[in-house]
């Protein structure tokens, strides 16, 4: 069977353009991006198949836990449908994204983590993040700190204090992100955070928060 044979209103191009594009289930939507199917199977056979692969239920954003080399692993899927895939996700990711105003003082936890947010959440390995602010509160520069596999990542003091000392940073703030979905502080979040507040009180660097995404803590 192709799409074709699918009674009209039952195709998800007709079904979209007659009904709207809240008419269309997930497995329809994917199957427009997919568009083209193989030799035995739709689109729409194709998007049903990765579906299956939403095992927390989350409808089409479980599509940003894979990678492209891992999207080409499912069948009827190739390089080029792969790399659609991603930028369709990215494209959403960043649409949905509040941007911050350069111009925006950081005066909340909420503020602060909408600063690291679009870098950092949904990410599939822990990163650590440095923002640069001035003195009145606006973030200057945001610096990757270090990048780890799955939930561990690993930095020292100097990681994130080189480039605030470099440019006399007059305050700074650090973001990291949990993949496991449990964001409560670890006791050595805690512990390294504690050590550096002390450093940057010493260094006479005001230090903002520490943000786990999407939870925050204050000291």
């Known amino acids: 069977m ?101 111009e925006e003082r950081i005066n909340t936890p909420e503020q602060l983590s909408r600063v690291f947010k679009l870098d950092l959440q949904d990410k599939k390995q822990e990163i650590i993040k440095t923002a640069i602010l001035d003195s009145k509160n606006r973030v200057l520069k945001i610096i990757t700190n270090s990048i780890g596999k799955d939930n561990c990542c690993m930095a020292n003091l100097k990681d994130i204090l080189s480039e605030p000392i470099k440019s006399c940073a007059p305050k700074i703030a650090i973001a990291h992100n949990h993949p496991s979905g449990d964001v409560t502080p670890s006791d050595s979040d805690i512990d390294f955070t504690l050590k550096l507040k002390d450093a940057c009180n010493l260094l006479g660097i005001e230090f903002l928060d520490h943000i786990i995404i999407r939870k925050k803590f204050f000291l």
Do not use: H, W
Request: proline residues 3%; glycine residues 4%.
């Open 2 to 102: 192709t799409i074709k044979d699918l009674a009209y209103f039952d195709r998800p191009y007709e079904k979209l353009f007659i009904n709207g594009e809240e008419s269309l289930s997930d497995s329809e939507v994917l199957a427009i991006i997919i568009n083209t199917g193989t030799k035995n199977k739709t689109a729409l056979d194709i998007s049903k198949e990765m579906m299956t692969n939403d095992k927390e239920n989350i409808g089409l954003k479980f599509l940003t836990q894979y990678s492209i080399e891992e999207l080409m692993k499912m069948k009827g899927i190739g390089k080029k449908k792969a790399i659609l895939i991603k930028a369709v996700c990215e494209f959403a990711r960043r649409f949905n994204y509040d941007k911050p105003n350069p």
